[in-house]
């Protein structure tokens, strides 16, 4: 069985109560077409995250929620809807619990076993927790990262600089507008066309080519000309990489966003078209694990290859330097993640990719939503910069939506402003109002989000569960803890939270209360490591943490 789900827009509501509606509407937006890489098969995006274990469990859901009342809690169990209890209105409507397995069986063998015995789904980050918006979600991170990468190295700007990335999927497939955002030209690789296709349709990508010369001289010509651009090459990274190292091609940044994280599901190996790679992980799935990971580590050499040619070479999250490490290329890990590199310093102010969509499925919703996030934050350039650029550049997928990077006592303030702009009815309808896992208070994971902690306490996973537990004793509007996400089985432990503004006054107690707790777990989680930024921002702004250090 598989269905055909799109985004539910409008005013009226089919089940008891707008926050109950809100997750049916999020459950559903998370498998439009427009927004999920691969909804016949439910997955959103990062491999094979998904949004529900199978159809039949999506249904169960989907006829829980009609019924659910305001007082009850629905909780899920791997995309498999379990119980209801009878809570009360200011709990969570939704609890979820994601791939989570017992340390020491958290192995992707363990996982993909019960998988297959349809006792388990990956839940990733924001699929399996029902707040995916797309591509747009990771963009403006994704436009930080290389803001920042340029300001290390290039004054501010990407201009005159080729970028070499793989991978366009959900998540990657932001990459080349974040590029020719600050100016630069972006080469990007990869195996599937249809992903390059869908990029170019939703106007993050340029142009495409399957010829790595002609792409190679249109990358030089408008570096040459300072000229934005991203070109999408259709190619195994694995190859092309080496093939372009061969020819002695200057390259100034190169990072990776295939799905490496899941060598089974989320790498081609070199020399597979995409039929024969299908074939074979049904065939023997043991074989391509090992063709996969052969491929990754040659991936990695070549980036170690680029970076002692000069060039900034930096994991984007996928764990592929793992994964070449395990494989035996023994200096993986000689190019930094792109936290340690370039985010930290947000997550220590509790910075992160916040985000909010327009349950009415208007436009405008967000429009306004904008103009109230100027006035707010007038004095925040960044911000009004990426605002400019979003509202020019970004093409909705879905339900309209907006990512903008707030910290702590921002969020509360922007949650309650459109709150306030639901009642009034500016905004037509109720906003859903997340974010990411990948955010400051709510992860832990030693290869990419607590990559290189000051005080040593990168795999200490308390964080991330004490994260999900006070965001629903705040009372979050629906809950999760997953495990895997980013960067595979048995690397990180995360947790995500949703909180519906329907405008009413309980609605703005729990988001004050929701969206003072969430981001104040980030200051709280780095100051506890020793960052000065986060030891002045918990005391700049009155984030009550017992031991603080003076
Ligand atoms: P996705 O599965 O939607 O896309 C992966 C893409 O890689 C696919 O288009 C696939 O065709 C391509 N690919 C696979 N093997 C290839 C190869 N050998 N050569 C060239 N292309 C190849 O995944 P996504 O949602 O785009 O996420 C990508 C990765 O980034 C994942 O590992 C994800 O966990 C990670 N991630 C990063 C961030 C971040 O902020 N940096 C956030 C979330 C996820």
Redesign the pocket.
């Known amino acids: 069985m598989s269905r055909k789900i799109t985004a539910k827009t409008g005013l009226e509501i089919e089940c008891k109560g707008w926050e109950q509606e809100a997750a049916l509407r999020m459950l559903y937006n998370n498998l439009d077409p427009e927004v999920a ?1 691969r909804p016949e098969d439910l997955v959103v ?3 094979i ?1 998904k949004a529900a274990r199978n159809w039949e469990s999506f249904e169960a859901i989907e006829n829980t929620l009609r019924n659910l009342e305001a007082d009850e809690t629905m909780l899920v169990q791997s995309g498999k809807p379990v119980a209801v209890f009878r809570t009360h209105e200011d709990a969570p409507r939704v609890l979820l619990s994601n791939s989570v397995l017992v340390p020491k069986w958290a192995n992707w063998e363990h996982f993909n076993e019960l998988d297959k015995k349809g006792l388990m789904m990956y839940g ?2 924001t699929a399996g927790s029902w707040i995916y918006i797309g591509s747009q979600g ?1 963009v403006q ?2 436009y930080e ?1 290389f803001a920042e990468l340029a300001n290390q190295n290039y004054d501010g700007t990407l201009r005159g600089t080729i970028t070499l990335t ?8 932001a990459q080349p507008l974040a590029v020719t955002m600050n100016e630069g030209v972006a080469l990007c ?4 066309e249809t ?1 390059i296709d869908k990029r170019i349709e939703t106007r993050y990508l340029d142009v495409k080519t399957d010829s790595l010369d002609e792409a190679l001289k249109i990358a030089e010509e408008a570096r040459d000309n300072g000229k934005p651009l991203s070109i999408g090459l259709i ?4 190859e ?1 990489h080496h093939e372009i190292l061969n020819r002695g091609f200057e390259i100034d940044v190169v990072t990776d ?6 060598p089974l599901n ?5 020399g597979y078209s ?1 039929s024969e790679a299908k074939k074979l992980r049904e065939a023997d799935p043991e074989e391509y694990v090992k063709l ?1 990971s052969a ?2 580590a040659k ?1 990695v050499e070549a980036m170690l290859q680029f970076q002692k040619n000069g060039a900034v070479v930096f994991d ?4 592929i330097r793992q994964v070449a490490f395990d494989t035996g290329v023994e200096n993986a890990f000689d190019f930094p993640g ?1 936290v340690p590199a370039y985010i930290r310093p947000l997550f220590c102010e509790g910075k992160g990719p916040f985000r909010f969509a327009a349950l009415s499925g208007d436009p405008n919703d967000i429009a306004v939503a904008d103009k109230k996030m100027r006035e707010l934050f007038p004095d925040n350039e960044k911000l009004m910069r990426w605002l400019d650029m979003a509202e020019e550049k970004i093409a909705f997928q879905g339900l309209p939506s907006r990512i903008a990077w707030l910290g702590y006592g921002e969020r509360a303030k922007m949650g309650l402003a459109l709150n306030e702009l639901v009642k009034s009815g500016e905004i037509s309808a109720p906003v859903v109002i997340g974010r ?1 896992h ?1 955010d400051s208070g709510s992860v832990a994971s030693p290869n990419r989000e607590t990559e290189s902690m000051k005080d040593g306490s990168d795999a200490v996973g308390d964080w991330a569960i004490l994260n999900a537990l006070v965001n629903t004793a705040a009372g979050g509007s629906w809950i999760s803890v997953h495990h895997g ?4 089985m048995g690397y990180s432990l995360h947790a995500g939270m949703v909180v519906v503004a329907d405008g009413s006054d309980r609605a703005a107690k729990r988001l004050e209360r929701v969206l003072t707790s969430d981001p104040g777990m980030g200051v709280a989680r780095h100051a506890d490591a020793g960052y000065d930024i986060a030891i002045n921002t918990a005391k700049e702004r009155g984030v009550n943490i017992p031991m603080l250090k003076e």
């Open positions: 890489e995006y990062g491999g995250g990733q980050m990771i991170g994704t990262t793989a991978g366009l999927g959900g998540m990657g497939g690789i990869d195996v599937d992903r190619g195994n990274a694995a092309v966003q295939t799905s490496a994280h899941d989320g790498y081609v190996p070199e995409l996969s491929s990754m991936h984007y999250g996928n764990n792109f990411d990948l996400g980013g960067v595979g």
